[in-house]
């Protein structure tokens, strides 16, 4: 599974979770419920997570006994540094690519 076969929730959580310290899942919900506007549900958030971490892109641990917190594991960090790469291609100042190659 590469960047671009996440859903658009796995994508923000890789985000969100790359400008925290180790944030906890009810930290996740409400940055992206403030950021989105959008009502995250555990249904929707923690099975995300999951994806996210058996994919590799992030790593878990425990707090406590009911608490885990998450971190961008390295290959989530080169995944969002090659989509980064790749949205800048296309937002440069001058653009530089021509589908008709021309």
Do not use: C
């Amino acid at each position: 599974m590469d960047l671009f076969e996440l859903t658009g929730i796995q994508r923000d959580l890789l985000y969100v979770i790359a400008g925290f310290d180790k944030p906890s899942g009810q930290e996740l919900k409400s940055e992206l419920e403030d950021q989105t506007g959008d009502d995250i549900t555990h249904g929707r958030l923690y099975p995300n997570l999951d994806t996210l971490v058996n994919s590799g892109y992030v790593e878990k641990g425990e707090l406590d006994r009911r608490t885990n917190w998450y971190r961008l594991a390295e290959k989530g960090r080169q995944a969002l540094t090659s989509r980064h790469e790749w949205e800048d291609s296309y937002i440069a100042e001058e653009p530089t690519l021509n589908p008709r190659g021309q």
